[in-house]
């Protein structure tokens, strides 16, 4: 089973920038697509960012495209998610997921990962 640690979050100000970050307990460069959601309070699970295991494709949200960007190190078997340009409407729990995948594909459904992270709280004051 692989656990997911998030880390990064903060309470910062509009047009800040932030950097999150995931650690996977084990090496996530054996085929695993990662991703990033958020959930802000009331809401549902809103896909941000994904990226393949290969680093070679990745895909954002509407909401975030040009301001986020998902990278990954698999060597330190941790992927990020820089934020900038941050909006108060980014203010959310942010969590990283995982999921087994040998042909690379990319997967914006939270139901379709298989293992998550407990979350990081990011706040954005204006």
């Keep these: 089973q692989v656990q997911l640690q998030e880390s990064g979050g903060g309470l910062v100000q509009v047009g800040d ?4 970050s995931c650690a996977a307990s084990e090496r996530t460069s054996s085929r695993y697509t990662m991703g990033w959601f958020r ?6 699970r809103e896909f ?4 393949t295991w290969s680093g070679g ?3 954002y949200g509407d909401s975030v495209k040009g301001r986020f960007t ?4 698999n060597a330190k078997n941790t992927v ?3 934020m900038n340009s941050l909006k108060p409407e980014d203010t959310a729990v942010y ?13 914006i459904t939270a139901p379709n990962y298989d293992y998550w ?4 709280q990011v706040t954005v004051s204006s």
Excluded: F
């Design 57 to 59: 494709t990745t895909k």
């Design 39 to 44: 959930q802000a309070p009331g809401k549902g």
């Design 95 to 107: 969590y990283c997921a995982t999921k087994a995948d040998n042909l690379a594909r990319i997967w």
């Design 48 to 51: 941000v960012a994904a990226i």
């Design 70 to 73: 998902i990278s990954r190190d």
């Design 17 to 20: 920038s932030l950097r999150l």
């Design 117 to 120: 992270g407990q979350g990081t």
């Design 80 to 82: 990020y998610l820089q």
